[in-house]
């Protein structure tokens, strides 16, 4: 039998992880996290990491891995997660990857893009830019430059758009030409599950989800993590909010209103990235059953 990937993927607050977990228990294997923001100690609250009853109930991998602090890339993301597969497979038939980073995912189970080697100085100047002008000019930059890749990036994420235009102004050419067609044939079979709810319900869920954060301490939080803040693992929605209400250019229920906005978009901005994927099965959360998904394993062989 070949080995399996089981890859749960699909929008904020879709019901990820329970399903991941029901599966790693009917299987009798552990979850990789494909989810950038997880990985990281010092942020749980605002990343919706499983809490330790979930961890307690299946083996959970690249959560709490690494530091703010630590530069932890896609390409370092690959390598990582393609040894300790390859460590897991050796007592197990099938491992369960989980999480909403398209990109993370795709690095796995295909290949991570060759990307030219963009000038130093560019870097440079589009990061005294964001400085000067902020996240807006960036985005509207990337916009005309590249709307592909407009369309999928999470547009919170100052890091993914400083590097699509630093390859847009050194080469001329959009990020989005340089991916590759080619997959990279990996050790393992891969079933790849989408999530999908009505667009009503999702947003309703994130809405609860955003209030819990706030009521669970994420404004606390937050403001432990002031010292960081620069970092670019912190630039990002629930985080960017708050450090704006905190340095008082809003208040507590507009910060509040413009995370649960923020998220929306991005959710939609992960569907739009997973709908691309054609070899993704989409299914209600209620159909991850072990016999639908053994039936999809089977089918795939």
């Known amino acids: 039998m070949n080995h399996k990937l089981i890859v749960i993927a699909g929008p904020t607050a879709s019901g990820k992880t329970a399903a991941a977990i029901k599966l790693a228990q009917h299987y ?5 996290s494909a989810d950038s923001r997880q990985f990281y100690r010092e942020m749980a609250i605002g990343t919706a990491k499983p809490n330790w009853l979930e961890l307690a109930a ?17 390409g ?13 497979f050796q007592s197990h038939n099938i491992v369960i990857l989980v999480g909403g980073s398209g990109l993370y ?8 893009d060759d990307m030219p080697q963009a000038d130093v100085t560019v870097r440079e100047q589009l990061n005294t830019e964001f400085a000067l002008k902020g996240i807006a000019a960036l985005q509207d930059e990337l916009k005309t430059a590249d709307p592909a890749y407009y369309d999928e990036v999470d547009l919170q994420n100052p890091q993914r758009i400083i590097r699509a235009l630093e390859v847009y102004r050194s080469t001329g050419k959009p990020f989005s030409s340089f991916r590759k067609s080619t997959i990279n044939k990996r050790p393992f079979d891969t079933l790849k599950i989408g999530l999908d ?24 939080e937050v403001k432990e993590l002031i010292p960081y803040r620069s970092l670019n ?13 905190l340095d008082n250019k809003t208040d507590l229920n507009r910060a509040i209103e413009l995370i649960k906005q923020n998220t929306r978009h991005f959710a939609k901005r992960q569907l739009t990235w997973f709908r691309k994927d054609k070899t993704i099965h ?20």
């Open 197 to 220: 709810l009505p667009r009503a319900v999702l947003y309703d869920r994130i809405n609860q989800r955003v209030d819990e954060m706030i009521k669970d301490g994420l404004v606390e």
């Open 233 to 245: 693992a912190l630039n990002t929605v629930g985080y960017s909010e708050v450090f704006d209400y």
């Open 28 to 32: 009798k294997t552990a979850i990789i």
């Open 282 to 301: 989409w299914l209600q959360p209620d159909d991850i059953k072990p016999e639908i998904i053994t039936g999809l394993l089977d089918q795939a062989q």
């Open 58 to 74: 299946a083996k959970h991998y690249f959560i709490d891995s690494h530091s703010v602090t630590e530069p932890f890339s896609v």
């Open 76 to 88: 370092d993301f690959e390598k990582q997660g393609l040894a300790l597969l390859d460590e897991l």
């Open 105 to 112: 995912i795709k690095a796995l189970c295909e290949g991570f």
